[in-house]
């Protein structure tokens, strides 16, 4: 069952229109171009290697038997920024979702990675999903402190944890809450977040 409430739009803090929707499969090649064209700095930090052909192939398998749900953002049918819900059906964790973010350079400090999180929020909610956890490199300072800006609280540190790209080796920071948390704080941060009706 498709993610009720998508796609929609809103304004960015620059008025910008933004649309968000749950990623096609025909849209894997778009996507694909998106994450290649991130700095290079961007992409160390990213758990694979998106410069690889097969990373779009496998991303979108594991959306098209729903372990994923991905958001994307587009600006006049671009994407802009990706955001990816992970869940397991079974198991010790299946209440337990984790999100990846991921903004483009230009689009950033406008308000577009909030967007995003609070839509995989609100769908982690539909979906009774009862926590959510995300994981930072310890050199991602801005994602840490979006993060905690949303309610999410550092549960753990795995030193040494990540090889990146390059081969250097950096700790791992866990972030998570329960959904109602976060929630919660989405609520208070959204006063001036007004998603437009439309498609």
Known sequence: MAPEGFPHTFSLRD?????????????????HAFYRGLPEEDRLNLKEDVRLNGWVERFLAKVSDGSIISLVAKVDGEIVGEGSLYRTFYGWTRHVGEIRLTVGPAWRRKGLGRALATGLVKIATDLGIEKIVVRVVENQVAAFHIAQRLGFMKEAVLRRHVVDLAGNKRDLLILANDVTQIWSTLEAMLMDYEPDSGQ
Do not use: D, H, M, P
């Open 15 to 31: 008025s910008t229109q933004v649309q968000l929707a749950i990623l096609k499969q025909e849209e894997g090649k778009t996507l």
